[in-house]
């Protein structure tokens, strides 16, 4: 009777247990579905969030990737490579102020000086120089640039004589005016019309002769005297009026080729590397008397017109406008001197030299055509004449 009693309480508590620990289970059932199901759900979310930000991420990468391209390109340009420079000895190595530095000849002559290893300030007010003809050098540890104007004093002479500096004058061809000598020799003392249209330069350049030779007697300044005959080349400015600037332009731009007078006034066109290595043999030198610095292969404008058509490939025609008041009819370098005391002469053949201004001057139209800027050869000298056949 107790037994069977007993019997029943106990299978009651295990009834209850039993029901106690299904209810566990079922608990514990439920609870696992829900996280699972809240689990997935979780990871469903993610990956959609993911996804989203991966899209994000890949649009932030297409944008920034220019712009870190950019800083690269920037950076490379902070750690700027250099033209290569050999390196001077203290003894050999020279400071060597360029008034007109960034200029058409000035910048070759930089060129030459800082790539041979010597200290070179660079004065110049831009007016007809610009930056970008030096600017490969900006940040050399040899290289100065100074924006000055000359014409306000800075004392050239008087800085030479301070510093013991040699002092060399560019000067020009022009101190022989429309010669009456054929071809000029460095004795023959010209013939230049002192009230003409060109009187300010041909004089000025005279008179700049007359001052460094007497700075010479009174003071010892050592000059040297370049008389420069017409040049060419990279970087000549493209609005100078020049007919070497202007008649590729013309033919670049399929425009007339303008030139003055009948055309048979002839020139002598050199180089512009062919005259840096001049000048600094000049500089070298112990000549302190002027020396002609040119090529001698003269040819006429109209000669020289069609060349340039030719080597352009262009179509333009030739147009003739009257002729600029005491243009020089002839004008030819006798470059003896130079030969026999600086050992030097010019080497660049005429058309090679020509082939490079056109293509400098053809990524110059490039260049500024991408600028939004398109440059008409400008008529600078078309003040002398007028078109003859209107
Ligand atoms: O469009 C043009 C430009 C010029 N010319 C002619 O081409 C010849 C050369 O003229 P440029 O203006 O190029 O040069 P120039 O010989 O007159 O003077 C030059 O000579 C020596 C340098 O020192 C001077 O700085 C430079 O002006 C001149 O006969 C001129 O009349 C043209 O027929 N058409």
Redesign the pocket.
């Known amino acids: 009777m107790v037994s069977k009693a007993l019997l029943r309480l106990v299978s009651a508590v295990n009834r209850r247990r039993m029901k106690l620990l299904l209810g566990i289970a079922l608990l514990a059932y439920v609870a696992s579905v829900w996280g699972n199901f809240v689990n997935m759900s979780f990871l469903l979310n993610r990956s959609i969030q993911e996804n989203g930000e991966l899209k994000i991420e890949s649009k932030i990468e297409e944008m920034v990737e220019p712009l870190r391209e950019k800083i690269r390109d920037l950076e490379k340009s902070f750690t700027q490579k250099y033209p290569p420079v050999k390196f001077l000895s203290e003894k050999d190595r020279k400071r060597i102020l360029i008034t007109g530095g960034a200029g058409f000849v000035g910048s070759h002559l930089t060129d030459k000086l800082m790539m041979d290893g010597h200290e070179v300030t660079v004065v110049d007010n831009f007016f007809t120089g610009r930056k970008r003809n030096v600017e490969h050098w900006i940040g050399h540890e040899n290289f100065e640039l100074i924006n000055h104007d000359v014409v306000e004093p800075l004392y050239i002479e008087g800085l030479a004589k301070r510093v013991g500096a040699r002092l060399l004058l560019a000067s ?3 101190v022989y005016g429309d010669p009456e000598v054929h071809p000029q020799s460095e004795d023959y003392w010209g013939h230049v019309n002192p009230i003409g249209p060109r009187a300010c330069y041909d004089e000025g350049k005279r008179v700049a002769e007359t001052m460094c030779y007497a700075y010479m007697k009174q003071e010892g300044v050592e000059v040297r005297v370049a008389r ?3 040049t060419f080349g990279p970087r000549m400015h493209m609005n100078d ?4 600037s ?2 590729i332009l013309q033919a670049l731009q399929g425009e007339p080729l ?4 009948s ?1 048979s ?1 002839t ?1 002598a066109f050199q180089y512009v590397s062919d005259l840096v290595n001049g000048l600094v043999a000049l500089m070298n030198s112990n000549v302190s008397s002027p020396v002609n610095l040119g090529n001698p292969e003269e040819h006429t ?1 109209l000669e020289f017109a069609q060349l340039i058509k030719n080597l352009v490939g262009s179509g333009s025609e030739i147009q003739f406008l009257s002729e ?1 008041q005491d ?2 009819q002839k ?1 030819k370098p006798d470059i003896k001197k130079a030969k026999l005391m600086l050992g030097w002469e010019p080497v660049v053949p005429l058309e090679e030299g020509l082939n490079k201004a056109i293509h400098y001057f053809r990524k110059e139209l490039e260049y500024q055509a991408n600028n939004q800027y398109i440059p008409k050869p400008k008529p600078a ?1 078309i003040k002398k004449g007028r078109t003859r056949h209107s």
């Not at 303008?258 to 007078?261: D, H, Q």
Request: positive net charge; without cysteine; aromatic residues 12%.
């Open positions: 020009t061809s022009e420069i005959f017409n009026g020049r007919v070497v202007n008649f303008t030139v003055y007078g055309g006034q020139r404008i600029a243009d020089p004008r000298r």
